[in-house]
């Protein structure tokens, strides 16, 4: 049996769990979105997050408290990681007294940040209120880096918090995340030397997506040119033993499945990932546009495992259904549609579909 057949069996045998996954689906990543606020303003943010971006509504400390109750008391947080998010998290003004919470309660956590204001005692807190993993955006050399992020002076700040985290020692994962663009990809062997040369456990590589922000620069979308290059520079960096992988997005075909990440794609959305957001509202992937039909409730008003197990249909079927050209291609079964984070909701069709780049 050559690859590729090895690779048809795997995914058809993926097909078919997902179908077990859409009838009894697992939560085991949930996002706590507790801000919108950041002291950037990248222009690629799914969440169009920005300064002094703070509704009224957002949960209040105490509500979060209770939230943390609710999950312990409804589901078995043993297979469960909170993944904590914003905005820029740290901005909270009771992120510490939240986390610290959600500790002592007995969760494992992980947090996405921009680290520019992790400073060594911020690092130290993290370390005492349990933090296990974070990952750090860079998302190019110091000038584009701070150009896309909107913050002069970001990229030395994050690569500061970047090594105050090394520096305490104690957390399972630092990982950096990296966004390529048309503009910046010609960065990546200047980036990999820099990250070959400091102390992390993995570098993430993802590609622009047209959500938020992004929208507003479709000049910076990668070309089909651009997305062979990276998915062949990740390919390369990991059959080297690098620890490189691209992002969960996506599904790419038999040449670059298993090659550019551990296993294969699959969108976790509503079948492993649900999110609470700043304002309440319970939906699935935060990177999901945020419309009627994907917000499954509020937190405020309704109970998560009533949501998760009565709920969430939406997101618990293929996405190639809606549409009669994904339908019929000869790919659907491994596919699915693709990413519902990358769907068109109004038009039912997929925005990003590596059929006739990479397959």
């Keep these: ?74 589901f078995d947080i043993s297979r469960m990681q909170l993944c904590i998010t914003g905005g820029e998290p740290l901005l909270h003004r009771d992120f510490f007294d939240i986390m610290g919470y959600a500790h002592d309660q007995g969760f494992r956590w992980g947090m996405t940040s921009n680290a520019t204001l992790i400073t060594p005692e911020v690092a130290h807190r993290l370390s005492e209120v349990g933090m296990g993993t974070i990952s750090v955006s860079i998302d190019g050399l110091r000038d584009t880096h701070d150009e896309l992020r909107g913050l002069k002076g970001g990229y030395d700040r994050a690569m500061a918090g970047i090594q105050n985290l090394i520096d305490v020692g104690t957390f399972n994962a630092i990982q950096v995340t990296t966004v390529i663009n048309h503009g910046n990809i010609c960065e990546l062997d200047a980036l990999f030397d820099i990250m070959d040369g400091i102390d992390i456990d993995s570098w993430r590589v993802i590609n622009l997506e047209p959500i938020g922000r992004a929208l507003t620069r479709p000049e910076l979308m990668l070309t089909p040119k651009d997305y062979v ?90 996405l190639s259904e809606l549409n009669k050209d994904c339908h019929a291609c000869e ?20 925005m990003v579909c590596f059929k006739g780049t990479l397959f």
């Design 1 to 74: 049996m050559n690859l590729r057949d090895i690779k048809t069996e795997h995914l058809n045998a993926l097909s078919d769990y997902t179908r077990t996954l859409y009838r009894a689906p697992e939560l085991r990543k949930l996002f706590f979105e507790l801000t919108l606020q950041c002291n950037e303003r990248c222009f690629h943010c799914g969440s169009s997050c920005a300064p002094g971006l703070k509704n009224p509504d957002d949960l209040t400390r105490e509500e979060w408290f209770s939230i943390i109750d609710q999950v312990k008391a409804d």
């Design 229 to 318: 290059h990276l998915f062949e520079f990740i390919r390369e960096k990991r059959q080297a033993g690098y620890p490189l992988e691209y992002g969960c997005t996506h599904y790419l075909g038999l040449e670059y499945e298993a090659e550019v990440r551990e296993w294969y794609w699959l969108c976790n959305a509503g079948v492993y990932t649900a999110s609470i957001m700043a304002n309440g509202d319970i939906g699935a992937c935060l990177d999901i546009e945020r419309r009627p039909e994907v917000i499954q409730g509020n937190i405020r008003t309704d109970r998560l495992l009533d949501v998760w197990d009565n709920r969430f249909e939406f997101f618990r079927h293929d």
């Design 331 to 350: 790919h659907a079964r491994f596919c699915r549609g693709g990413a519902h984070h990358s769907w068109d909701y109004d038009s039912n069709s997929p």
